[in-house]
């Protein structure tokens, strides 16, 4: 088969369309022919060289992916070959086929593009597994979103309105905080002219106070004090990236002051099985969210669709911050 493999550490160049080894599935894993796979922040982490895959998993990068089941290895009952499904991963997406756990599957309604659905397993998951499994949203809350306009943004403007919660979003443009109001999103922030956390003391938190309870960070160290500022009484930071830097200076008085709560979390190097783990997430996203996506509520919002050939063209333009929603490298 062919695959995107790295010809070194460093900038898009370095990702290139080549044979590479043809994966067969283990026992309770099945085989896809890859129809789709969506790029990722952590792709471009694992293409620089600071996000190696964990112990077991393919080198080739991708984290999520679409297509059908063309083999199913031994164990495995619920799925057939021939099923639409999508996948979240621990490596192997940029390729024309991958191995994965089937507890890690997704069924593709039918009604759902299956390309499309290539952008979904990561956000999902992600999105689920921080705001509502971690930080256990409630309707009536408000939940601030940094990069609101990016793959996780997107998503999770959808959730979190669907469940019934307001929604804040930074964005660096007036046309992506548009976009972001169409989705759903009340609270506009331009994080070139305005200072979210003078507009976050401006708005009422779900419990009757200024300020967000919940923020959902990418950003890292960079904002670290800055969101506590922004946080409402008993208000909880998510921590998911760290494009703003990897260590920071924490004033826990301020902290202390609002009874606040920080939670750093991570997908990729969670178990397959298990308590948290990648299926137990991918479980509870089919059961709660998923009738969500059936019936159309919650949407993949696909910005550009690039060959997966042309990978290191994807990778440039999430690189350069001016992409919208999902970016996917088709395949075929």
């Keep these: 088969m062919r695959a995107i493999t790295l010809n070194g550490f460093g900038g898009p160049e370095v990702l290139e ?3 590479a080894p043809d994966p067969s599935p283990g026992h309770g894993e099945v085989l896809i022919e890859v129809v789709a796979a969506g790029v990722n922040r952590a792709d471009v982490m694992q293409r620089q060289g600071f996000y190696p895959p964990p112990e077991g998993a393919s080198e080739v990068i991708g984290l999520e992916c679409s297509g059908v089941i063309a083999e199913l290895g031994d164990g ?3 799925w057939q070959v021939g099923d639409r499904v999508c996948a979240l991963l621990s490596g192997g997406g ?6 994965v756990p089937e507890g890690q599957l997704l069924a593709v309604p039918a009604e759902l593009d299956l390309a499309a659905a290539a952008g979904l397993p990561e956000v999902a998951t992600t999105v689920w597994s921080n705001l509502v499994l971690t930080a256990g949203l409630q309707p009536g809350q408000l939940v601030l979103l940094h990069g609101g306009s990016g793959g996780i943004g997107t998503h999770a403007i959808q959730v979190v309105r669907a469940l019934g919660a307001r929604v804040a979003v930074t964005a660096g443009s007036a046309d992506k905080l548009t976009r972001c109001a169409e989705l759903g999103a009340q609270v506009l922030i331009n994080y070139h002219d305005d200072d979210f956390v003078a507009v976050l003391r401006e708005q009422r ?3 009757g106070g200024p300020g967000a309870d919940i923020i959902l960070d990418n950003i890292g160290a960079k904002y670290l004090n800055r969101n506590v500022e922004a946080l409402a009484a008993h208000g909880q930071l998510v921590v998911i990236g760290m494009q703003g830097g990897v260590s920071g200076e924490l004033n826990l008085n301020a902290l202390l002051r609002k009874w606040g709560t920080i939670h750093a979390t991570n997908l990729r190097g969670r178990p397959a099985t298990g308590i948290e783990s990648k299926a137990a997430i991918v479980a509870e996203v089919q059961h709660h969210l998923w009738p969500l996506v059936a019936d159309g509520t919650v949407a993949p919002v696909i910005g ?3 060959p997966i050939s042309e990978a290191a063209e994807a990778h440039r333009l999430l690189d350069s911050g001016t992409s919208f929603g999902k970016i996917l490298l088709t395949v075929g």
């Design 304 to 306: 550009t669709e690039i």
């Design 76 to 78: 495995v009952r619920d």
């Design 205 to 207: 938190s779900g419990a």
């Design 94 to 99: 940029y390729a024309e086929r991958v191995v």
């Design 17 to 19: 369309w080549a044979e």
